[in-house]
C-alpha cells in the first residue's frame, strides 16, 4: 500500500503521465466508511473485466476502521488527509495521483456489478463523441434508483417545486417530472444531463478541458450538478448505460452528518449553485423561496412537535437555515464560469 500526504490543487489539476496509462482510474473518496467499502472494493476486479485499472482512495481523516479495510484492498493508492476536505477537494487530490485514460468516480457505498466498468469503457470508445458515461444504480432490493440517480439540471422552476415543497404536496407536477427525468427509457443508452457522481465514468480529456471539481461546493452537494453544467456548456454529451448496473446502498455519508448539518449544507450548496448559474434576479427570488421554504418546514415540525425531540431538533434546524438565507450566507459565493 503507497500512502501519500495530501497536495494542493492547481487551477487545473496536475494528472500524471505514463507511457502507458491504465484504461481505468477508479477515484473513491472514504470518510468513516468502514460499513460499505468492502463491498465496494471486492466488487472492482469483476467490474473490470477484460480492462487494466487502478484503484486511488482518498481518505478524508476518517475515525473507524475504514483505513485497516482498505489496506486488504490489491494495492491501491491511498493518500490519507490529515481532515475531512469534502469530496470535491478528495476527488480533486485523487485525480492528481491517477494515470487512466478514464476517471470514475465511485461512492464507498456503491457495489458494482460484473462487467459493469467494462460494458461503460467499450461505450465510451465505441462513441468517441460522447465525454461520460454512468452506470444504471439500483437499491438493495434491486429497485433502480433513476429519481435520484437521472435528472435534468435544475432549473429555477424545479428547485421552486423542491423548496416549497410542491413536490410532497403534488408529487406528479410537470416541473418535478421533467426534473426527476420520469419521461427516460431506460431500456437502452440514453443522453442524460446530470447522472449523481456516486458512480460516473468521465474522459481524461474533460477534467484538462473544463477543470477539477469545483472545492467550493463543501463538504458534499452540489459539485457534481455544477460539474454536468460545465460539461453541458462545453457541448460534451453524457450517457446512461442500463446494461451497466451497480447497487448503491446510500447513507454513508449521511448517516454522520445528521439531519441539522445536512440541511444547512444542502441549501447553503443549492444557493451556492444558483449564484453562480441563474441570473441575479433568479437567485434572489431562489434565496427567498428557501426562506419561504424554511418557514413550511417549521410549521410541518410545529405540528409534530408531540412525536419527540427530533421535530424539535428539526425546528431548529429549519430556523438555522432561514437566518442564513436572510443574511445571504456570510461565506461567499462562486461567480458564474
Known amino acids: 500500500m503507497i500512502e501519500q500526504e495530501p497536495v494542493t490543487i492547481p487551477a487545473r489539476p496536475a494528472l500524471r503521465?505514463?507511457?502507458?496509462?491504465?484504461?481505468?482510474?477508479?477515484?473513491?473518496?472514504?470518510?468513516?466508511?468502514?460499513?460499505?467499502?468492502?463491498?465496494?472494493l471486492r466488487s472492482i476486479g469483476a467490474a473490470c473485466e477484460g480492462i487494466s485499472h487502478e484503484v486511488v482512495?482518498?481518505?478524508n481523516a476518517s475515525s473507524d476502521s475504514t483505513l485497516a479495510h482498505v489496506g486488504q484492498a490489491p494495492l491501491p493508492v491511498v493518500i490519507r488527509s490529515p481532515k475531512n476536505d469534502?469530496?470535491?477537494?478528495?476527488?480533486?487530490?485523487?485525480?492528481?495521483?491517477?494515470?487512466?485514460?478514464?476517471?470514475?468516480?465511485?461512492?464507498?457505498?456503491?457495489?458494482?456489478?460484473?462487467?459493469?466498468?467494462?460494458?461503460?469503457?467499450?461505450?465510451?470508445?465505441?462513441?468517441?463523441?460522447?465525454?461520460?458515461?454512468?452506470?444504471?444504480?439500483q437499491d438493495e432490493s434491486g429497485e433502480t434508483q433513476r429519481e435520484f440517480q437521472l435528472r435534468r439540471l435544475?432549473?429555477?422552476?424545479?428547485?421552486?417545486?423542491?423548496?416549497?415543497?410542491?413536490?410532497?404536496?403534488?408529487?406528479?407536477?410537470?416541473?418535478?417530472?421533467?426534473y426527476r427525468f420520469r419521461d427516460a427509457d431506460l431500456t437502452h443508452p440514453i443522453r442524460v444531463e446530470q447522472p449523481a457522481a456516486a458512480a460516473f465514468l468521465i474522459r481524461r480529456e474533460v477534467f484538462e478541458s473544463i477543470g477539477p471539481l469545483?472545492?467550493?461546493?463543501?463538504?458534499?452537494?452540489?459539485?457534481?450538478?455544477?460539474f454536468c453544467r460545465r460539461m453541458m456548456d462545453a457541448g460534451k454529451q453524457i450517457y446512461a448505460i442500463p446494461a451497466a448496473r451497480a447497487r448503491h446502498f446510500g447513507g454513508a455519508s449521511l448517516e454522520h452528518v445528521g439531519h441539522a448539518r445536512f440541511v444547512d449544507v444542502w441549501y447553503r450548496n443549492m444557493w451556492l449553485y444558483a449564484?453562480?448559474?441563474?441570473?441575479?434576479?433568479?437567485?434572489?427570488?431562489?434565496?427567498?423561496?428557501?426562506?419561504?421554504?424554511?418557514?413550511l418546514r417549521c410549521l410541518a415540525a410545529l405540528a409534530g412537535l408531540a412525536n419527540g425531540d427530533g421535530r424539535l431538533a428539526a425546528f431548529r434546524a429549519y430556523v438555522a437555515v432561514a437566518k442564513k438565507a436572510l443574511n445571504r450566507w456570510d461565506d461567499g459565493s462562486p461567480s458564474s464560469s
Request: negative net charge; charged residues 20%.
Open 17 to 40: 503521465s505514463v507511457p502507458q496509462p491504465v484504461d481505468v482510474s477508479i477515484l473513491i473518496v472514504t470518510w468513516n466508511s468502514e460499513r460499505w467499502i468492502d463491498r465496494c
Open 57 to 59: 482512495i482518498y481518505d
Open 86 to 137: 469534502g469530496f470535491a477537494a478528495g476527488t480533486n487530490r485523487a485525480l492528481e495521483q491517477s494515470a487512466g485514460r478514464f476517471v470514475f468516480f465511485l461512492n464507498p457505498d456503491c457495489e458494482l456489478e460484473p462487467g459493469a466498468l467494462t460494458l461503460l469503457v467499450n461505450f465510451l470508445d465505441q462513441h468517441p463523441d460522447v465525454a461520460a458515461a454512468a452506470p444504471l444504480l
Open 154 to 178: 435544475p432549473t429555477l422552476r424545479s428547485f421552486a417545486a423542491e423548496i416549497l415543497l410542491v413536490d410532497k404536496l403534488f408529487p406528479g407536477n410537470p416541473a418535478t417530472s421533467r
Open 214 to 226: 469545483d472545492e467550493r461546493f463543501a463538504p458534499a452537494w452540489f459539485e457534481d450538478v455544477d
Open 275 to 295: 449564484r453562480k448559474w441563474f441570473s441575479q434576479g433568479e437567485s434572489e427570488a431562489m434565496r427567498w423561496m428557501i426562506i419561504a421554504g424554511m418557514m
